[in-house]
């Protein structure tokens, strides 16, 4: 079965530099969430988009933004990368209604700001 | 005090041992619970959702929910070696919110 896409799979950018992470949802699914994992961390919310609107917005730096596309695929771009930001970033996909989804993650990238 | 409380453990027991992990949350608008499985360089990978209060069972796993007592527990029966990964438990509320909480993930090894 199809699964979740996220490209590029390692990101090694310097400090204050941009990068544009990218993720096509499994088929049919409508919302994307973003999840940022440091660490020996638990995955932290980011954003979601429910039918290319933003849906809910967690701890997403003012530095950071995000978009879903008309095919459903969607883009966290991240501006004056800092140290901190280094880290694996997951996107999830959902089908959204009824009794609720669940979410099945991508593979993830791996982000390092040096 | 975070939503959600894991035991990060780690965890060690030897093949063939049955694993309990647990979850406590504080936000009694959580409806869905689910457990993840992560494997290191890896996504979280889905292995059980439940809906409310009940068990449900898919093969070697165990999944209940309590939301009397805001716990959730995961049972993993006659565990190999290849269930060595982190274990995340996840939640959301009900209408349209639907994303997810995550406990801090317990890392469990089976030994052969």
């Known amino acids: 079965a199809a699964g979740v896409i996220q490209s590029p799979r390692h990101l090694i950018k310097e400090k204050r530099e941009t990068a544009t992470l990218k993720c096509y949802p499994i088929p049919r699914h409508d919302t994307v969430y973003w999840y940022q994992q440091g660490p020996g961390q638990d995955p932290q919310f980011l954003i979601s988009f429910y039918e290319k609107m933003q849906s809910d917005k967690g701890s997403i730096p003012d530095r950071f933004s995000a978009q879903q596309f008309s095919d459903y695929h969607s883009e966290l771009n991240m501006s004056s990368l800092e140290l901190g930001d280094s880290a694996l970033y997951f996107c999830?996909?959902?089908?959204?209604?009824?009794?609720?989804?669940?979410?099945?993650f991508g593979n993830g990238t791996r982000l390092t700001v040096t | 005090q975070k939503e959600v409380e894991q035991d990060p453990g780690p965890l060690s027991v030897p093949e063939g041992a049955i694993v309990s992990l647990n979850c406590t949350y504080s936000?009694?608008?959580?409806?869905?619970f689910m457990w993840y499985r992560q494997y290191s360089r890896k996504g979280p990978e889905l292995l059980m959702y439940t809906y409310s209060s009940g068990n449900k069972e898919d093969g070697r796993f165990t999944a209940q929910v309590d939301k009397s007592s805001k716990y959730i527990s995961l049972f993993i029966r006659d565990s190999q070696p290849s269930d060595s990964a982190t274990y995340l438990c996840?939640?959301?509320?009900?209408?349209?919110?639907?994303?997810?909480?995550f406990g801090k993930g317990t890392l469990l090894t089976v030994n052969p």
């Open positions: 999830a996909s959902s089908l959204t209604g009824g009794q609720g989804s669940p979410l099945h």
């Open positions: 996840a939640m959301s509320g009900g209408g349209s919110n639907y994303k997810l909480t």
């Open positions: 936000n009694s608008a959580f409806q869905y």
